[in-house]
C-alpha cells in the first residue's frame, strides 16, 4: 500500500495567516492526489483534486501543489471558516490511502 | 447537483453482515464515466478507503478487509451498495459513499456494532 504522511500533524494559527500543510506518499503517485476539508460532524469536503485543481465552489485561498511525492496545501489568508480538519489521500492507485489529517484550530 | 445520500440500519449484531445503500439524486449514476467509493471513519480517527465501482461494473477492494466486503451497483434504481461480513466491534464508524476524485460525498451514516 502507498502510505501517505502529513506535517504538521496539528497547527495554530490566527485569521489573515498562511498556512501551509504538506503531505508526502511512499512512492511517486504523479499528480493524483487530493485533498479534503472535514469540519467536525460533517463529511470529508473536496477543495483540490489531481494536485491542483480546485474544485468549483472553492474559495481561490486554497491552492495546491506539488508532484511524485510531495504535495502542499496553502491557505493564502486563514478565514474563520477554514479552521478544521485537512486530509490528503493518493488516487494513483488502490488500495486508495488517506493521510492522518492535519488539524488547524484557532490561536 | 449530483447528492448523495446514505441508508442503512445503525446498529448490526457481531457476526452478522452490514448492508449500506448509496443512492444518487442529480445525475445518472450510469452515465458520465465515475468510479463509486465506499469509505468510512472510526469516531475520532481517520478515513479509511473500502471499495470502490466503475459504471461498468468492474470493482476494487481493500484488501484489509480480507475479502469480507462486497460493492455493487443498481442502475435501475440509481444506487450503489455495500455488504461487509462478519462484522465485529472495529467495524463501528461513520460509512461514507461519494464519487471519486471530485465528489461530492454523502454525508455519512453511523454503524455500531453490537450485540
Known amino acids: 500500500d502507498i502510505e501517505m504522511t502529513q506535517s504538521p500533524s496539528s497547527l495554530s494559527a490566527s485569521v489573515g495567516d498562511r498556512v501551509t500543510i504538506t503531505c508526502r506518499a511512499s512512492q511517486s503517485i504523479s499528480n493524483y492526489l487530493i485533498w479534503y476539508q472535514q469540519k467536525s460532524g460533517e463529511a470529508p469536503k473536496v477543495l483540490i483534486y489531481a494536485t491542483s485543481s480546485l474544485q468549483s465552489g472553492v474559495p481561490p485561498r486554497f491552492s495546491g501543489s506539488g508532484s511524485g511525492t510531495d504535495f502542499t496545501l496553502t491557505i493564502s489568508t486563514l478565514q474563520p471558516e477554514d479552521f478544521a480538519t485537512y486530509y490528503c489521500?493518493?488516487?494513483?492507485?488502490?488500495?486508495?490511502?488517506f493521510g492522518p489529517g492535519t488539524k488547524v484550530d484557532i490561536k | 447537483q449530483v447528492q448523495l445520500q446514505e441508508s442503512g440500519p445503525g446498529l448490526v449484531k457481531p457476526s452478522q453482515t452490514l448492508s449500506l445503500t448509496c443512492t444518487v439524486s442529480g445525475g445518472s449514476i450510469s452515465s458520465g464515466g465515475y468510479y463509486w467509493s465506499w469509505i468510512r471513519q472510526p469516531a475520532g480517527k481517520g478515513l479509511e478507503w473500502i471499495a470502490r465501482i466503475y459504471t461498468s461494473g468492474t470493482t476494487y477492494y481493500n484488501p484489509s478487509l480480507r475479502s469480507r466486503a462486497t460493492i455493487s451497483l443498481d442502475t435501475s434504481r440509481n444506487q450503489f451498495s455495500l455488504t461487509l461480513s462478519f462484522v465485529t466491534a472495529a467495524d463501528t464508524a461513520v460509512y461514507y459513499c461519494?464519487?471519486?476524485?471530485?465528489?461530492?460525498w454523502g454525508q455519512g451514516t453511523l454503524v455500531i456494532v453490537s450485540s
Open positions: 461519494a464519487r471519486d476524485a471530485m465528489g461530492p
Open positions: 489521500q493518493q488516487s494513483y492507485g488502490t488500495p486508495f490511502t
